[in-house]
């Protein structure tokens, strides 16, 4: 039996239905850019979120391109990023002209190491950080990352394209940040039809900026105020997002319990799995095994693959090693545990609505490889 990493096709009833509805009025009436359904999407991010404002946009990448420069972050600035994260981190500080730093991860939640962040705080005085909250929980240190920036007068902006429905303390964890973004690319929590994002914020001078940057600049239809870009969310997609929204909370409660599930099997087969820290509530946005062993990785990989079981490596490599980075990076500042972490990282199969059966398949797999093979000596 294959099992898929992930599977986007698993509706609930009458989710087509509903949705096919939704479109024909949207088609009827017309209203492709803006107006109701992008209007009803924001407002119940408010709500569902505890944020005062949510700005829809194009996708994560241009969100995280919004709030930089609605913090002001300028060409030449120097902005801290995560040297663990998704490669779309780093890019929008290049592409608001501005010069990253890379910081070396925490090896147990793989959020930034807060020693090496708060050493490239004091010795590079930056003028924004970036922090990435990946694999559906945030840094345990998340609080202290909060306060080391705003003591020293440095914005914080939090990538939380991958922590829809994580909870920190039962808050939303975008409600007590600066300001955060959020990713709707089909695969994840909340995942669109094609690509979306959104910049959530407290302060209605952020949200402003925002949402006129993200307009052309735009002060009114012929009149603009600044040199923004087109990043409007089409309204298509926030009618497949609205209907989303209906339903994420079975979609989250079932992707916890799969998490749950490998959580509690696969530490007694020998097979480290990275927890949320302490006080939050993950999303189920992803599973992370830890294998340290190179060897027993690629064993493992290789059966899952004989046994057509989806896997993945999020993230193989490190920000400071890519190509791409190499004629921006302006500094490295700590030490090698990211790179040991993209060397160990090994996800299983997650998405809403796995079955039992899939999950059984996959646990199984694991453990008769453990009995069968005679090269498995762990
Ligand atoms: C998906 C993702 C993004 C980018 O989002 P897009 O909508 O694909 O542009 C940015 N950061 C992280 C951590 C992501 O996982």
């Not at 006129?212 to 735009?218: D, K, P, S, V």
Request: glycine content about 8%.
């Amino acid at each position: 039996m294959s099992v898929p990493f992930i599977d986007l096709k698993r509706f609930e009833p009458n989710f087509l239905e509903e949705l096919n509805e939704n479109l024909i009025q949207l088609f009827k009436n017309s209203q492709f850019i803006g107006g109701e359904e992008v209007e009803k999407l924001e407002s119940s991010l408010e709500g569902h979120l505890g944020v005062t404002h949510a700005i829809t946009c194009a996708n994560g990448t241009d969100a995280l391109q919004l709030a930089l420069r609605a913090l002001g972050v300028k060409p030449n600035d120097i902005v801290l990023v995560p040297n663990f994260t998704f490669w779309a981190t780093f890019e929008a500080i290049v592409n608001v002209g501005a010069h990253p730093v890379t910081i070396d991860a925490d090896i147990s939640d793989a959020g930034v190491d807060i020693n090496a962040f708060s050493e490239a705080i004091s010795q590079l005085k930056p003028k924004a950080a970036i922090v990435a909250h990946l694999f559906g929980w945030a840094s345990s240190k998340l609080v202290s990352l909060r306060k080391l920036c705003a003591d020293n007068n440095v914005s914080l902006l939090e990538d939380g394209a991958q922590c829809f429905g994580t909870m920190y303390k039962k808050e939303s964890i975008y409600k007590n940040a600066l300001i955060s973004t959020t990713s709707f690319y089909p695969a994840k929590v909340l995942g669109g039809a094609g690509d979306g994002g959104a910049v959530f914020t407290n302060d209605a001078e952020l949200a402003d900026k925002v949402k006129q940057l993200a307009n052309h600049g735009r002060t009114s239809h012929y009149g603009y105020g600044s040199v923004g870009w087109n990043s409007r969310l089409d309204s298509i997609q926030a009618a497949f997002l609205n209907l989303s929204l209906k339903h994420i909370q079975s979609r989250i409660n079932s992707r916890r319990a799969s998490t749950k599930l490998y959580q509690d099997k696969l530490p007694k087969l020998g097979i480290q799995v990275m927890l949320p820290p302490p006080d939050f509530e993950e999303n189920g946005y992803c599973n992370v095994c830890i294998v340290n062993d190179a060897e027993k990785k690629t064993y493992l990989e290789s059966i899952l693959k004989s046994k057509n079981i989806g896997y993945a490596n999020i993230y193989p490599g490190v920000m400071s090693e890519q190509t791409g980075a190499l004629p921006y990076l302006k500094n490295h500042i700590g030490g090698n545990a990211g790179k040991n972490l993209s060397c160990t990282v090994l996800n299983l199969p997650l998405f809403a609505y796995m079955k039992e059966n899939e999950l059984d398949e996959i646990i199984n797999v694991i453990e008769r490889s453990l009995h069968n093979d005679q090269q498995w000596t762990y």
